[in-house]
């Protein structure tokens, strides 16, 4: 039984009218480029990373205090394989919670606070002549970097100097 009512014709005109649709939206976002952009987004409602967090301004305050003490006294930063995960648990603090005061307290990444301490100590061998005939790159990798690049890119990026003219200007 038929209704006399043919469906392929409905298919073609509902595709062509489909088709010009998105051809009409292409077209208005080129010549108008504006149109999409004038969107008002309020940013104050992005969630930030550490909303939720448990831990207190004291708590954080203690915990970067640790860290900073661990630091000098042990200068865990000389193992080149050191991971944030390896560091939580020296300071007996989950990851996520350093990781909090790094970027929160501190304003630092894991990353750039580790080599920051590597470059120092690099520095201050430098400064104390304690190199005993090594090349730069052997004393960067004894404390910690594990590439060339990397190290140079730190020290400078801290000193204002390159390694090497920091030697040069140290053995003045």
Excluded: W
Excluded at 104 to 116: A, E, H, M, R, V
Aim: proline residues 2%; positive net charge; glycine residues 6%.
């Amino acid at each position: 039984m038929s209704i006399g009512i043919n469906f392929s014709n409905y298919f073609t005109l509902s595709s062509i009218v489909f088709g010009l649709s998105v051809y009409l939206l292409g077209y208005v976002a080129l010549i108008k480029s504006n149109t999409f952009l004038e969107i008002d987004f309020d940013y104050s409602s992005v969630k930030t990373k550490y909303r939720k967090s448990s831990l207190t301004e004291k708590d954080r305050e203690q915990i970067a205090s640790k860290l900073i003490e661990l630091m000098k006294s042990e200068k865990p930063f000389k193992n080149g394989a050191l991971t944030l995960l390896d560091l939580s648990g020296m300071l007996k603090v989950s990851p996520h919670n350093l990781s909090e005061v790094l970027n929160q307290k501190l304003g630092i990444s894991f990353y750039d606070f580790i080599n920051q301490y590597r470059a120092k100590e690099v520095k201050e061998i430098l400064e104390i002549k304690a190199e005993k005939g090594k090349t730069l790159l052997q004393i960067a990798f004894d404390c910690g970097f594990n590439s060339k690049s990397t190290f140079n890119k730190f020290f400078k990026k801290c000193f204002g100097m390159t390694p090497s003219e920091y030697r040069k200007k140290c053995r003045g």
